[in-house]
C-alpha cells in the first residue's frame, strides 16, 4: 500500500515569505507527527497529533511555525514570515494507534530559505 | 543532553566487517528502535526491541538493550556498501513520542 507522501520534495523561497508544506499519512494511522532535521543533524521534534486529541505543540520553535490535522488524515505545516534559518528538512511521520510505536516516514520537503 | 544519545559519531569500516553502534538513554522506556536514513531523507525503521527484551535480530541486525544500564547496540555483521547510512536510536520515555538521538555516521569502504 502507499507509504506516507510529502510535498513539495522540494521548496525554495525568499525570506519574509510563508510556506505552506504537505503530508499524507498512511490511511488509517491515527498519529502523525513533523520533524525537522538540519544539515548533519538529528531529528528535532515539532508537533505531534493523536486522533481527536489536542496536539502536542510543545516543539515548535516560534509561533511563526504552526500546523493542521484536517478530518484526522492530511495535515499541514505552515511556516509564515520565513527566515534562513528555518531552512531544513521536513519529516512526516504517521503511526498506527499506539504512540510511540514504530513511526513510518515520508521522504521529507527540503525547504531552502533565501 | 539528549534523552538518546548514540556512540560514535561517525565510523568508517571496510566492506565485509561488523559495524557497531551504540546508543544511551536516561529515562525509564516502553521501547527503543533503531532507524536508518539514506541522503538526508526518510527514515526507515529496522527493528524494535521492547524493555523486557535483552536480544533480537532481523537478518544482519542484531539489537541488544540492557535496561540496567540503559544502553542499547546496534550490530550489522557482514557490511555491505549499500549499508552506508546514518543510524538512529530512538526512545519513548513518556511513552508519548519518540524522542531521536543525533545519530551514527556509517560508512562502508569498498
Known amino acids: 500500500g502507499a507509504g506516507v507522501s510529502q510535498s513539495p520534495s522540494n521548496k525554495v523561497t525568499e525570506k519574509g515569505k510563508d510556506v505552506e508544506l504537505r503530508c499524507d499519512p498512511i490511511s488509517g494511522h491515527t498519529a502523525l507527527y513533523w520533524y525537522r532535521q538540519s544539515l548533519g543533524q538529528g531529528l528535532e521534534f515539532l508537533i505531534y497529533f493523536q486522533g481527536n486529541s489536542a496536539p502536542d505543540k510543545s516543539g515548535l520553535p516560534s509561533d511563526r511555525f504552526s500546523a493542521e490535522r484536517t478530518g484526522g488524515s492530511v495535515s499541514t505545516l505552515t511556516i509564515q514570515r520565513t527566515q534562513q534559518e528555518d531552512s531544513a528538512v521536513y519529516l512526516c511521520?504517521?503511526?498506527?494507534?499506539?504512540?510511540?510505536?514504530?513511526?513510518?516516514f515520508g521522504p521529507g520537503t527540503r525547504l531552502l530559505v533565501l | 543532553s539528549q534523552q538518546g544519545e548514540e556512540d560514535p559519531q561517525a565510523l568508517s569500516i571496510q566492506e565485509g566487517e561488523n559495524a557497531t553502534m551504540n546508543c544511551s538513554y536516561k529515562?525509564?522506556?516502553?521501547?527503543l528502535q533503531w532507524y536508518r536514513q539514506n541522503s538526508g531523507r526518510g527514515l526507515v525503521h529496522l527493528i524494535l526491541?521492547?524493555?523486557?527484551?535483552r536480544e533480537k535480530h532481523s537478518g544482519r541486525l542484531r539489537v541488544t538493550l540492557d535496561t540496567s544500564k540503559k544502553s542499547s547496540s546496534l550490530l550489522i555483521t557482514a557490511s555491505r556498501a549499500a549499508d552506508t547510512a546514518s543510524y538512529f536510536c530512538a526512545t519513548d520515555p513518556l511513552a508519548q513520542k519518540l524522542v531521536f538521538g543525533q545519530g551514527t555516521r556509517l560508512t562502508i569502504n569498498p
Open positions: 526491541i521492547r524493555s523486557n527484551e
Open positions: 511521520a504517521s503511526s498506527p494507534i499506539i504512540a510511540g510505536e514504530t513511526q513510518y
Open positions: 529515562t525509564s522506556i516502553n521501547n
